[in-house]
Nanobody
Framework: QVQLVESGGGLVQAGGSLTLSCAASGRPFSRNVMGWFRQAPGKEREFVSAISWSGGHETYTNSVKGRFTISRDNAKNTVYLQMNSLRPEDTAVYYC?????????????????WGQGTQVTVSS
């Protein structure tokens, strides 16, 4: 079992930056693929980014490439999402997720554990 707690959300103006953190506890963190998803009001949850257990492989959805960076610190059991050049369309609840497999995945059904989410609001 893995417990995930997100933090770092908030209100920011367009063009600004935020860094989300996700602290994990329970099953050894370093064995999990970690991902970030988001869900805007009235929309389905969508993939944002994921990182392999070693941190050597990252993947991003096209809309955030070049603006967002995912990273992890296995010694701190924490995964981060650095978000730059934020846009109003990035407004959503952001969720951290953990996957027991070793392959980085972009589908929500492939993730086994979820955090409660943190709100990110980008004003225009």
């Amino acid at each position: 079992q893995v417990q995930l707690v997100e933090s770092g959300g908030g209100l920011v103006q367009a063009g600004g930056s935020l860094t989300l953190s996700c602290a994990a506890s329970g099953r050894p963190f370093s064995r999990n693929v970690m991902g970030w998803f988001r869900q805007a009001p009235g929309k389905e949850r969508e993939f944002v980014s994921a990182i392999s257990w070693s941190g050597g492989h990252e993947t991003y959805t096209n809309s955030v490439k070049g603006r967002f960076t995912i990273s992890r610190d296995n010694a701190k059991n924490t995964v981060y999402l650095q978000m730059n050049s934020l846009r109003p369309e990035d407004t959503a609840v952001y969720y951290c997720a953990a996957r027991n497999g070793v392959v980085v995945a972009a589908n929500s059904y492939e993730y086994d554990y979820w955090g409660q989410g943190t709100q990110v609001t980008v004003s225009s």
